[in-house]
C-alpha cells in the first residue's frame, strides 16, 4: 500500500524530531561533561593557588618570626652592651678619684714616709741586685734617702748581700705624681715601677673582681671565681 503524502511527511516530522531530540541529549551530555570538567579543574586551581598562598603566608610568618627573634636579641645586646659601658664608667671613675686622690698621701709627712720605707725595701727583694737606682720627685729625695739607709741593713741581714744604692740626682719623676719610686739595676734594663699611681693600677688589676662585686653584686652567670 502506497504512503500517501501526509504519511509521508508524518513520517519525516517524526524524524526529524528523532533526531532533534538525540541532537539536544547529546548537546546536554557535551555541557554536563563539558561543566564537569570545568567544575574539577576550577577546584582544582583552587586547591592549588590555596596550597601556595598557605604556603605564602606561613613563610612570611616565619620570616616576621625570625625579624622579631633578631630585633629582640639584638635590643638585648644593645642594653647589656650599655650596662656593661656604664658599669665600666663608674669603674673608670672610681679609678681616677683614686689617682686624685693619692696626692693627699704625700701631704702626711709620718704617713708617707712609713709608705716610702715599704716600696724601697720591696724593690730591694724584687731586684736582688748588688747596685740599685731610685728615681723619685725631687721634692721627695730626702724622705727617699731615709727609707735607703733604714732598710739597707735590713735587707742585707735578710738576703746576706751588700746592696750600693743611689738616688739618680739628674732625672726626677714628675713633680705633679702622687709619689712612690722607680728602681733599678745597675745597666737599667731591669725595672722595678713603686709609684703609687704603678701601685694603685696593680692593684686595681688584681682587685677588680672584688670591686664589681662590690659595686653591683655578684654576677649570677659566673660559674667559676678568680
Known amino acids: 500500500m ?4 501526509a504519511d509521508v511527511q508524518k513520517q ?5 524530531a528523532f533526531i532533534e ?10 555541557e554536563a561533561k563539558a561543566e564537569e570538567e570545568f567544575n574539577i579543574e576550577k577546584g582544582r586551581l583552587v586547591q592549588t593557588q590555596r596550597v601556595k ?12 618570626e625570625q625579624h622579631k627573634k633578631i630585633q629582640m636579641s639584638n635590643l638585648k645586646n644593645q642594653g647589656r652592651l650599655k650596662v656593661l659601658k656604664a658599669r665600666d664608667d663608674m669603674v673608670t671613675d672610681l679609678l681616677n678619684e683614686a689617682r686624685q686622690r693619692l696626692s693627699e698621701i704625700a701631704k702626711d709627712p709620718s704617713r708617707y714616709s712609713k709608705l716610702l720605707e715599704g716600696l724601697v725595701l720591696q724593690g730591694f727583694y724584687q731586684l736582688l741586685e748588688p747596685k740599685v737606682t731610685i728615681r723619685c720627685r725631687q721634692q721627695d729625695v730626702e724622705m727617699v734617702q731615709a727609707a735607703v739607709d733604714k732598710n739597707i741593713p735590713i735587707y742585707q741581714e735578710a738576703v746576706k748581700i751588700k746592696i750600693k744604692v ?34 694603685l693600677e696593680l692593684m686595681a688589676q688584681q682587685m677588680m673582681p672584688e670591686i664589681r662585686v662590690m659595686l653591683f653584686g655578684a654576677n649570677p652567670n659566673r660559674r667559676f671565681l678568680d
Open 166 to 199: 743611689k738616688i739618680d740626682q739628674d732625672r726626677f719623676l714628675p713633680s705633679n705624681i702622687g709619689g712612690g719610686v722607680e728602681m733599678y739595676n745597675d745597666n737599667g734594663k731591669i725595672k722595678v715601677s713603686n709609684t703609687l699611681e704603678s701601685r
Open 21 to 30: 531530540q538525540e541532537a539536544n541529549e547529546k548537546v546536554e551530555e557535551i
Open 2 to 5: 502506497a504512503l500517501t503524502d
Open 12 to 16: 519525516i516530522k517524526h524524524m526529524m
Open 53 to 64: 598562598i598557605m604556603d605564602y603566608f606561613e613563610k612570611k610568618e616565619k620570616q616576621i
